[in-house]
């Protein structure tokens, strides 16, 4: 039988045991921090690729964040100039209102006049709503760049007012709409797309018994190019009412001004016929693209005058004077006619952009319900890269502590064991 003899050195026991403990301290100390921050990656070390998937996350958050910033801003520059437009057509409203009102047969030149004053005021308050600013200062119409003041007008050189910018709409993105709207396609009107203009007469002395209808765009719509902006004189130079006994023949000729491509300065003259002693309706087709009909009897030099409306101011200023200079029932009546297609025309324009806020409004919703989903997803991502299941933190504090416990209790009892103590 062999015995082999081994030599335990009681300070390389008590040196081991100090180890233990402290390591088991310090495991103790690390899970208490995580239970008292809530999280298992307290500094990056002690999981790196949890740390940096928290750090992505928080970052995305934050961008996110500073998205909806912007986009609140952005919504309340939209929503304002949605609110504004609805003031522009309540004004509209009633300034067809007012003009219908000037029709009325029992009006006076004076009565029309006051009406024209009204007129006037809502006029000045709809180019002032076209001219506003958002709470930064910051034009509401200013479309894709225009000075402080978008609309300038009226000015004494044609056009009698302008948008002082560039026209169109900005694009949105995924995270953000436009902080303006297109004033130019709100309240400046284009003769081909829209066809607003005015037709005034100019009666000879002698005769003054011939009116004019709305001028309208000929049906089929007409490209473009054939409907060049420029104005136009309906001029007659001859009523022969003796040639053909019953017959009276007119002829008026056309001058346009300024000259269009590959359309000639004066158009040929036309010769129309109708009952002698009768009312004649004569339809105008030889301005390109458009139309006019003129009612009564003409007489020589008789001349009606064809202007394009630039803008939905124009339309309001020459309802204005048109009313306001109407020399008896029958010219009011022509004015009023006219100016209730023109206005028609603008409000439609206004109502389009209005719509066009509305889409951008919901977009802007449907953008913020996006980024909010985005936001919970991202902390859910965060979450589970860096914080710590209470249970499982706790039931680990726990066995950690209990094992400290164990370990402090057993080093007591054998530190106890010694030689000298046993002898004493």
Known sequence: MTTSFSRIGSANTYDNALRNLSTRQSALSNLQENLTSGKKVV????????????????????????????????????????????????????????????????????????????????????????????????????????????????????PDYKFNGLPGQSASSEVWIPFALDGDGAFMLQSARDGAYNANMSNSPTAPQLQTGAVTLTPPPTPPILVPGSSYAIKFTSVDSTTVPGTTTAIYGITETPIAPGVPAVI???????????????????MPGLSVTLTGTPAVNDTVTVKPNPSLFSVLNNAINDIGNAADGNAATQAVSQALGNIDIGMSRVSAVRGQAGDLLNRADRITSNQTARSIQLEADRSRAEDLDMVKGISDFQKAQTGYQAALQSYAQVQKLSLFNYIG
Do not use: C, W
Request: charged share 20%; proline share 4%; no cysteine.
């Open 43 to 158: 500094r990056a070390s002690d999981d790196p690729t949890g740390a940096a998937q928290a750090e992505r996350a928080l970052n995305r958050i934050s961008r996110i964040a500073t998205d909806q910033r912007a986009l609140e801003s952005q919504r309340n520059s939209i929503a304002m100039a949605e609110s504004t437009l609805g003031d522009v057509t309540d004004a509209l409203q009633s300034f067809r209102e007012l003009v219908v009102s000037a029709g009325n047969g029992t009006h006076t030149a004076a009565d029309r006049k006051t009406i024209a004053l009204q007129l006037t005021g809502l006029r000045d308050q709809i180019f002032a709503a076209a001219n506003t600013k958002d709470t930064n200062g910051q034009p509401l119409f200013s479309a894709l760049g225009s000075a402080l003041v978008p609309f300038v007008g009226p000015q004494t050189t044609a």
């Open 268 to 286: 040929a003259p036309v010769s129309v016929s109708y009952p002698t002693g009768k009312s004649a309706s004569i339809t105008v087709t030889g």
